[in-house]
């Protein structure tokens, strides 16, 4: 990047155990023992309040995991941003481009690799599994750009996509919603779930906590329980972000 060319600032907030925002500016490169030729950047961990790891990973040409993505009891989602790749879990290879998506059921290895001549971005995101007795995940595989979307809380300029099955086997779902000129929630939400969301198209401004605060593409907001939240939908093009939700879980006491 060189020399400075004004003062440093940032966009960034952060309130640990309540919520964050992290834009791309500022992000560092992590390395990661089981992935080579990767730019990671860890955008969101236990250490400042989420219950989930995400990260952003550009997998460089040849570039990709040198032993599978796994850990015992935790389970795993990426989505592609851009770019083209494989992902294979147990024993099935995938194609994976531009808003393609593939979860992994927990314990179950994913590996990536990148024979294209492009890098291939992508978010990565675990968690640990929380079981019911009689019902289990299965591996998803999908693409937001083919699927139907429908209208959020009955309002036509805000659409809604869910990314994976409702059933009980499930303790996490990613969905996306999209702004459309002059959508906007229908209410301030404060509710028990957490949200991790990144933004994938457009800019809006975001209302965290008590904060009303600009926000864009590439931009990533943790919301933990209970924080007030809700956003509308700016400019002359939807504003799209995809976000993360626990589900299908009793509160542990």
Same mark, same amino acid.
């Given at each position: 990047m060189g020399y400075p060319q004004d003062l440093l600032s940032s966009r960034a907030v952060v309130q640990h155990g309540r919520y964050a925002l992290i834009p791309p500016e500022g992000r560092v490169k992590n390395v990661l023992p089981n992935l080579e030729k990767c730019n990671v950047s860890i955008i969101a961990s236990p250490h400042y309040g989420p219950q989930f790891a995400m990260y952003t990973v550009e997998v460089?040409?040849?570039?990709?995991?040198?032993?599978?993505? !796994? +850990?015992? $009891?935790?389970?795993?989602?990426?989505?592609?941003?851009?770019?083209?790749?494989?992902v294979s879990v147990e024993g099935k290879e995938y194609c994976i481009d531009e808003s393609?998506?593939?979860?992994?059921?927990?314990?179950?290895?994913?590996?990536?690799?990148?024979?294209?001549?492009?890098?291939w971005r992508l978010l990565l995101y675990k968690q640990r599994y929380r079981a019911v007795e009689g019902f289990a995940a299965r591996?998803?595989?999908?693409?937001?750009?083919?699927?139907?979307?429908?209208?959020?809380?009955?309002?036509?300029?805000?659409?809604i996509k869910d990314l994976l099955p409702t059933d009980l086997g499930f303790d996490v779902n990613f969905?996306?919603?999209?702004?459309?000129?002059?959508?906007?929630?229908?209410?301030?939400?404060?509710?028990? !779930? +957490?949200? $991790?969301?990144?933004?994938?198209?457009?800019?809006?401004?975001?209302?965290?906590?008590?904060?009303?605060?600009?926000?864009?593409?590439?931009?990533?907001?943790?919301?933990?329980?209970?924080?007030?939240?809700?956003?509308?939908?700016v400019g002359r093009t939807p504003f799209t972000y995809i976000y993360t939700k626990d589900c299908n879980r009793d509160v542990q006491l």
């Open positions: 460089l040409p040849g570039g990709g995991t040198v032993k599978p993505f !796994q +850990e015992e $009891g935790i389970e795993t989602f990426i989505y592609c941003l851009n770019g083209e790749g494989k393609g998506y593939v979860f992994a059921p927990a314990s179950s290895g994913m590996n990536l690799k990148n024979d294209s001549p492009a890098p591996v998803v595989v999908g693409r937001l750009n083919d699927m139907p979307d429908a209208p959020y809380d009955g309002m036509e300029n805000v659409r969905h996306t919603l999209s702004f459309l000129p002059g959508g906007c929630h229908p209410f301030i939400e404060t509710h028990v !779930q +957490e949200h $991790g969301l990144y933004l994938i198209e457009g800019e809006g401004v975001y209302l965290i906590d008590k904060q009303w605060i600009p926000v864009k593409k590439e931009d990533f907001i943790w919301f933990g329980p209970y924080v007030p939240q809700a956003c509308y939908g």
